[in-house]
């Protein structure tokens, strides 16, 4: 299929798009009114199909219009990426790499990735972002991210995974609690105890999980205390505010404050994945990936 309109006609259906005003986009757009109409009537004649409805009071999208706006508004995103990653080459920096994480990945199989990526391709600048596992699903359908590590399983139309880790969880209690000598607890003895757990905003899908596997187990944890970060939550357990879930990555912190105690089931766990595009990626992005792959199957990275 042949595209017979330009970029500036579908800036010009966007701005009446986002307006529902052809004067107020016209202005937007420094251009007269007169000329924004003839773009955007030349753009409905391109595609076949009426975009807005026009009356004299006020203007709307049709069906088709709203379609149609969908997709540009992703297609405009591709374009100032692609612009941007060309400038970046251009200017001599050959690569450029936007990872998103959570707490879970940073406290476990993230860091180390990371290191032998730097030391492999030290060319490639990479951002690091901190994001919410379910912020990170809009982040990556969006393209605002290359790669994103969070909590799995996930399914979405277009992002490809790959399991970074998989956690057992822990109990976490205060070193004096009378439970914090115990080799391993079953979720049943913890259902009188007070719980302290991530934020919603922050850790709602392990804050699910942890629900879950919780009523399964006959009660409903009774969370006395919130925090938003990791090491909140290590700070209140240690204060004998009350005890936490975690994955067992929270071996890799040195603390004598608190008890770390496994749950008796091995299917207690939590899973952190690597996700991304499967339609869209960059080369830097494709060189990571196989990195990832290629160190967590166990392969000599050379």
């Known amino acids: 299929m042949n595209i017979r309109f330009d970029l500036r006609q579908v800036r010009a259906f966007l701005a009446v798009a986002s307006t529902l005003h052809f004067k107020q986009a016209a202005e937007t757009l420094c251009i007269t009114q007169p000329a924004l109409s003839r773009l955007i009537k030349g753009l409905e004649e391109s595609i076949g199909a009426e975009l807005f409805l026009r009356t004299t009071r006020q203007v709307e999208l049709t069906m088709a219009g709203k379609l149609f706006m969908e997709e540009c508004q992703q297609a405009i995103t591709h374009l100032e990426r692609a612009t941007h990653l060309a400038q970046q080459a251009a200017s001599g920096d050959i690569g450029h790499l936007s990872i998103a994480y959570n707490d879970f990945s940073i406290n476990g199989v993230l860091p180390s990735i990371l290191d032998t990526f730097k030391e492999k391709y030290p060319d490639i600048s990479v951002d690091l972002v901190y994001m919410p596992s379910h912020t990170q699903h809009k982040a990556l359908l969006d393209h605002e991210i290359d790669v994103g590590f969070l909590i799995g399983p996930l399914a979405l139309d277009g992002i490809d995974t790959f399991r970074a880790a998989l956690e057992r969880i822990v109990v976490i209690l205060p070193k004096r609690h009378r439970l914090a000598g115990r080799k391993q607890l079953s979720l049943k003895e913890l259902a009188d105890e007070k719980f302290i757990l991530g934020t919603e905003s922050g850790w709602s899908e392990f804050r699910h ?34 005890v936490s879930l975690y994955s067992d990555c929270i071996k890799r912190f040195q603390r004598d404050d608190i008890a770390i105690v496994p749950l008796d089931r091995d299917d207690y766990s939590v899973e952190t994945i690597a996700a991304w595009s499967c339609a869209y990626a960059t080369p830097s992005s494709r060189l990571f990936q196989e990195l990832l792959h290629d160190k967590l199957s166990g392969h000599d990275l050379g």
Request: glycine letters at 12%; charged letters at 5%.
């Open 209 to 242: 999980y942890i629900f879950t596997i919780c009523m399964n187990a006959g009660f409903t944890p009774q969370v006395v205390q919130e925090a938003s970060t990791s090491s909140g939550i290590f700070g209140l357990v240690a204060a004998n505010m009350g």
